[in-house]
């Protein structure tokens, strides 16, 4: 049993910190002035509590997470109900207080965005987008054998099928179930805006709303790093509308056969790039030797020659980034529990994402907040560095030593 699970001091003082966060703290607050009438139950900042111990844990059901605290007394005394842990259906009604004020838990992962934001300048500069299969908590099929009686039980009606593509460890094809659609930090490997959509839907449609997102969060993105999937004109033009450059790679559509995405070129040879022009959104290209008149022409940007051409080094760069959003995709499904779904309706599965993303997005803004408080031996003099997560890593390096 790995140390997270073992319900340790550690995780219990984790919990104890992200509940006394002010952005947790101010969810408490809003969901406490909407309290049900009735049925007495456990304090909000109990349920609260419940509810990100799950992801903190990577537990796939309330049962297990219910289990977990009435095994651990100090994850009790963390949630404030020791000897009195709460039971699996005060986590279900729980469950569906979250879902009726789902704005409520809006405006705190805005909040955690934006705590994170002021104290890591770079998170949301540079986005990479992606979408990743969550297959459903039932098996898609409709009829229980094939001519039988229609299943009325283990469906999922919102869960749709869909394709993925082939990764380096497993192979192409269909599943039956979500997709999550996210914009991930590819500086610092955090979310910044997330969608939850049925298993068909396409991922080119999300960009733009992301990127929206991502903006009212406090991110202008600069680059955003996308895969083929993504390689429309539509998209190229939504990020341009958003003063975001598209870093995508050519898929192989006539034009591209035709060399049409090439350097203009001329009898001296091909031209070299020469800038590129936000404003009037053209690159300018010149002849090598400059013996053409005129030696240089603008070219109007779009999907085939964008501002940042895809043979400089700064897209080559660009696009590795796009690495960010795969690796949190893994380490969302693998350590944060975001996998496997045990619940079922569009509803559930969004709130099961937003309440996984939450919670790690809020420990890692109580890490830096921690890691950009001076220790007490500090010297008062010293300027601090700003918390970038270089200078959070070399901080936390010196304290290891
Ligand atoms: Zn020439």
Not at 13 to 21: E, F, I, P, R, V
Not at 199 to 216: H, I, P, Q, T, W
Not at 356 to 381: D, E, F, H, N, Q
């Amino acid at each position: 049993m790995s140390p997270k699970l073992s319900g340790g001091a550690a995780s219990a003082d984790t919990l104890a910190a992200l509940l006394s966060s002010p952005e947790i703290k101010r969810l408490i607050a809003e969901l406490e002035e909407t309290r049900w009438t009735g049925r007495p139950g456990f304090p909000i900042r109990t349920m609260v509590g419940l509810a990100l111990a799950k992801s903190l844990y990577a537990l796939p059901t309330w049962t297990r997470t219910v289990a977990l605290v009435a095994d651990h007394w100090r994850l009790q005394r963390a949630l404030g109900c020791e000897g009195n842990p709460p039971s699996q259906w005060s986590a279900y009604r729980f469950a569906a207080k979250l879902r009726e004020n789902a704005p409520a838990v809006e405006r705190c992962i805005d909040g955690v965005v934006e705590g994170l934001k002021a104290k890591l300048p770079l998170y949301g500069r540079d986005l990479a987008i992606d979408a990743s299969d969550m297959p459903a908590y039932a098996n898609g099929q409709r009829y229980v054998w094939k001519g039988g009686p229609e299943r009325n039980w283990h469906t999922d009606p919102d869960a749709t099928w869909g394709h993925r593509s082939a990764i380096a460890t497993r192979k192409g094809g269909g599943f039956f179930g979500y997709r999550l659609h996210a914009a991930v930090c590819a500086n610092t490997d955090l979310p910044i805006a997330w969608t939850v959509e049925t298993g068909k839907a396409n991922e080119s449609m999300f960009v733009a709303s992301l990127l929206d997102a991502a903006k009212r969060r406090g991110a202008m993105a600069v680059t955003c790093a996308m895969d083929k999937a993504y390689d429309l004109p539509r998209v190229y033009g939504e990020c341009a509308e958003r003063d975001c450059e598209a870093i995508v790679p050519l898929r192989a559509t006539g034009a591209v056969v035709k060399n049409e995405h090439r350097p203009p070129g001329c009898q001296h040879g091909v031209w070299v790039f020469a800038g590129a022009d936000r404003k009037r959104s053209a690159t300018k290209w010149r002849c090598p030797t400059g013996e053409c008149k005129p030696a240089s022409t603008w070219v109007k940007a779009d999907r085939l020659r964008p501002l940042m051409p895809r043979e400089s080094k700064r897209w080559k760069a660009a696009y590795r980034k796009r690495g960010a959003v795969e690796r949190e995709f893994g380490r969302l499904k693998n350590q944060w529990g975001l996998k496997p779904l045990r619940v079922r309706g569009l509803e559930r599965v969004r709130l099961h994402a937003d309440l996984t993303i939450l919670t790690k997005l809020a420990c890692a803004l109580a890490r830096v907040r921690a890691a950009a408080t001076p220790p007490l031996s500090a010297s008062r003099g010293t300027p601090r560095a700003a918390a970038s997560p270089a200078a959070i890593r070399s901080r936390s390096a010196v304290r290891r030593n």
